[in-house]
C-alpha cells in the first residue's frame, strides 16, 4: 500500500510552488484539480522550467498568490464543494473560491512577471 504524507487528506496530492526568489510552500491540491486545463497549464510550465524528468514532488514555478488564485478559478469551474486547497506549510490552513480573500487580476495561466 503506498504511503500517504502526514497531513495530506486523502484524494490529494502534494505540490511545492513558488517562483525564483520566493520561498517555496507545500499545497495539498485535490486530485480532480490536475485534469483541469487551467492546471495542465500550470504543468506545462513547471515541465519548461524543471523538465519532464524532474525528480521528487510536483514543483510548480509560480507566485504563491498566483497559485491559489487559479486553485480557486479550478474549485468555482469544477464546482467542488468537498475538497478544497490545504496550505501545508501553514498549519492546514484551506482555500475556497468562496471563503478565500485574495483580490487579484483575472489570468489564464501562471507565467513570469
Given at each position: 500500500?503506498?504511503?500517504?504524507?502526514?497531513?495530506v487528506?486523502?484524494?490529494?496530492?502534494?505540490?511545492?510552488?513558488?517562483?525564483?526568489?520566493?520561498?517555496?510552500?507545500?499545497?495539498?491540491?485535490?486530485?480532480g484539480?490536475?485534469?483541469?486545463?487551467?492546471?495542465?497549464?500550470?504543468?506545462?510550465?513547471?515541465?519548461?522550467?524543471?523538465?519532464?524528468?524532474?525528480?521528487?514532488?510536483?514543483?510548480?514555478?509560480?507566485?504563491?498568490?498566483?497559485?491559489?488564485?487559479?486553485?480557486?478559478?479550478?474549485?468555482?469551474?469544477?464546482?467542488?464543494?468537498?475538497?478544497?486547497?490545504?496550505?501545508?506549510?501553514?498549519?492546514?490552513?484551506?482555500?475556497?473560491?468562496n471563503?478565500?480573500?485574495?483580490?487579484?487580476?483575472?489570468?489564464?495561466?501562471?507565467?513570469?512577471?
Open positions: 500500500m503506498p504511503h500517504r504524507q502526514q497531513g487528506p486523502k484524494g490529494c496530492v502534494t505540490v511545492r510552488v513558488g517562483a525564483e526568489g520566493e520561498e517555496q510552500r507545500r499545497f495539498a491540491v485535490p486530485l484539480h490536475l485534469r483541469h486545463p487551467l492546471f495542465a497549464a500550470l504543468l506545462q510550465e513547471a515541465e519548461r522550467e524543471y523538465g519532464f524528468r524532474h525528480q521528487g514532488a510536483i514543483a510548480i514555478p509560480c507566485r504563491v498568490d498566483r497559485f491559489v488564485h487559479v486553485d480557486q478559478l479550478i474549485d468555482r469551474d469544477l464546482g467542488d464543494h468537498h475538497l478544497h486547497l490545504v496550505d501545508l506549510d501553514n498549519c492546514g490552513a484551506t482555500s475556497n473560491a471563503g478565500g480573500h485574495i483580490h487579484l487580476p483575472r489570468f489564464v495561466g501562471c507565467f513570469r512577471d
